[in-house]
């Protein structure tokens, strides 16, 4: 399966991605092709691989089918609300929060169009990235402005943050959605914390096995967990001395 969605260019990616169906929808189709992969990678021959690559400091950049997959999942939390609030743990390379980014400002542009507003780009939404290795910080900075998000992140719609993703971010929150992008031990209880009501978080859990976890937090606050299916990640951990 992962091989299989493997292109020679971005565009060719994401193609590959919706025909094998790991890509459903017309937002995570457009926001993925509009964060070019090359920017975020460091050997850019590998750019549009299907597969997960070191970015140093015991880091990868996800598979492009994991992270397609988690922005599917999130989607019904971040359409048809007018300033979504989007936490992405473990930001790494910065890919993933540059998805999130162009996702929840589509989709705030079209419901403030939609309530007769300009829908311009001061939407009110934000993307937080929190990386606990100061160096990962500043590539993922790096690779976000290099891929055109310079404006984003001066007016912190983008914001990267250096400290422990367990512990999430509370002055932005709470969130509609919650990426984590390492395998946290258990569910850290700050993070469901910092969830919105209603909110979802997508979360790989576990150590030799790990599985993709999905905690949703209804309109009332009740918090139901799915367990959607094994992965392997990297592990969400104490920083390194
Ligand atoms: N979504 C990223 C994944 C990077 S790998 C990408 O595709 O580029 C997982 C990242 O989680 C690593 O960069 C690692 O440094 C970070 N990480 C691990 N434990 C963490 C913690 N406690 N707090 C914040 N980040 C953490």
């Not at 311009?120 to 900075?141: F, K, N, Q, R, Y």
């Not at 310079?150 to 919650?178: C, F, N, V, W």
Request: glycine share 8%; net charge negative; aromatic share 4%.
């Amino acid at each position: 399966m992962a091989w299989s969605c493997t292109g020679t260019t971005n565009a060719e990616l994401i193609s590959n991605l919706l025909r094998n169906r790991l890509i459903n929808s017309d937002s995570v189709a457009a926001a993925m092709q509009a964060v070019d992969r090359a920017n975020y990678v460091l050997d850019k021959r590998h750019a549009y691989e299907d597969s997960p690559q070191s970015i140093g400091h015991d880091a990868t950049i996800s598979a492009p089918h994991m992270h397609a997959h988690a922005a599917e999942l999130l989607l019904p939390y971040l359409l048809d609300r007018p300033a979504p609030r989007v936490l992405d743990v473990g930001a790494g390379s910065g890919y993933f929060t540059s998805v999130c980014y162009h996702l929840v400002r589509s989709s705030a542009q079209q419901q403030q169009q939609q309530q007769g507003g300009s829908g311009g780009d001061s939407t009110g939404t934000v993307v937080v990235g929190i990386e606990h290795i100061p160096a990962l910080t500043a590539l993922a900075e790096q690779n976000i402005r290099a891929d055109g998000l310079s404006s984003a992140i001066d007016s912190q719609a983008i914001m990267l943050i250096t400290s422990d993703g367990r512990l999430g971010y509370t002055q932005k929150g709470p969130y509609d959605a919650i990426h984590v992008g390492a395998a946290a031990r258990t569910i850290p209880p700050a993070l469901v914390e910092q969830l919105a009501s209603p909110g979802r978080m997508i979360i790989p859990v576990g150590t030799y096995s790990q599985r993709l976890m999905q905690v949703d937090k209804d309109a009332q606050g009740t918090i139901t967990q799915r367990d959607l299916f094994g992965v392997v990640y990297v592990p969400l951990t104490d920083r390194p001395a």
